[in-house]
């Protein structure tokens, strides 16, 4: 029955993010970016084995499609839930916390993140050592008020930070609205506006990066839009190679669709 109830939750919130999707198709992409998330309206506690729904409105589209309060989301897009707070869960994730962490199960909560759970909690630990050292151990507080040229160098001083990295956090971390771009598909905005991507990455990521400037206002929230749809898209659809373009809900805005490649073959 459990695993009834499980799957119909992922279907729901597939079926959800697919509309995401959907939505860049139908409208125009700067209107659509500063309107809400859809939502399944359920609210989302963390829980053992991964996010247990804890009020369901009958009217939601979480309550409509048979979710119930109890019910357990453990995957979202073969991303097990678990492994988005495990780390918060079960060590916390202040510096004092990080720093006390026992690192073999500081690694066990690592794990279902990725590969060398060890080698990220030693490095989560530099980072928290940098934090309390450089920062008073509190990292936002520390960068609050200085330019953001110097908050990107202070950022870029971190292991495996590079721009895209520094931007992502200046986003999200609520620092600036400066024009992030998903590092693992930049060409999604490029194809779609002006054509086949360059081949150099820096290239492709500088010109989404002046779309994103000229055509999303320069609002938090807005920007951030901007970022997480690109990156679905770039995820489901529009991908490095063999970009599903028969099935993508843009073709017919796409520059690329259209037949500019900018002086090279196409894709395969
Ligand atoms: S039509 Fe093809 S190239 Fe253009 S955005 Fe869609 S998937 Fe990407």
């Not at 500063?34 to 359920?42: R, S």
């Not at 916390?97 to 026992?102: F, G, H, R, S, V």
């Not at 990220?120 to 940098?130: G, M, V």
Request: contains cysteine; positive net charge; charged residues 25%.
């Amino acid at each position: 029955m459990r695993d009834v109830f499980q799957t119909r939750i992922l279907a729901v919130a597939l079926a959800l993010a697919t509309l995401g999707v959907c939505i860049l198709a139908g409208l125009n992409l700067s209107q659509e970016l500063n309107t809400e998330f859809p939502t399944d309206g359920v609210t989302w506690v963390e829980a053992q084995g991964g996010l247990r729904a804890q009020r369901v409105p009958a009217d939601s589209p979480g309550g409509k499609d048979g979710v119930r309060t109890g019910d357990i989301l453990q995957a979202v897009d073969e991303l097990p839930t678990p492994r988005l707070a495990a780390l918060e869960r079960e060590i916390g994730v202040t510096p004092e916390e990080l720093l006390a962490a026992n690192p073999a199960k500081m690694a066990a909560a690592l794990k279902p993140g990725g590969m060398v759970p060890e080698l990220r909690a030693l490095r989560l630990k530099e980072i928290a050592e940098r934090i309390q050292k450089e920062f008073g151990g509190d990292l936002l507080e520390g960068l609050k008020g200085q330019p953001i040229s110097k908050i990107r160098t202070a950022l870029k001083k971190f292991s495996n930070i590079a721009d895209p990295g520094a931007d992502r956090i200046l986003l999200f971390g609520g620092i600036s609205p400066v024009a992030a771009v998903p590092s693992n598909c930049p060409y999604v905005l490029v194809r779609i506006r002006l054509g086949l991507e360059r081949e150099n990455y820096g290239v492709t990521y500088k010109e989404a990066q002046s779309l994103i400037e000229a055509e999303v206002p320069a609002k938090l929230d807005a920007r951030a839009r901007a970022y997480l749809l690109l990156k679905v898209h770039g995820q489901r659809v529009c991908k490095t190679k063999n970009p599903k373009c028969g099935e993508c809900p843009v073709a017919g805005e796409c520059a690329y669709f259209g037949g500019k490649t900018r002086g090279r073959a196409g894709l395969k």
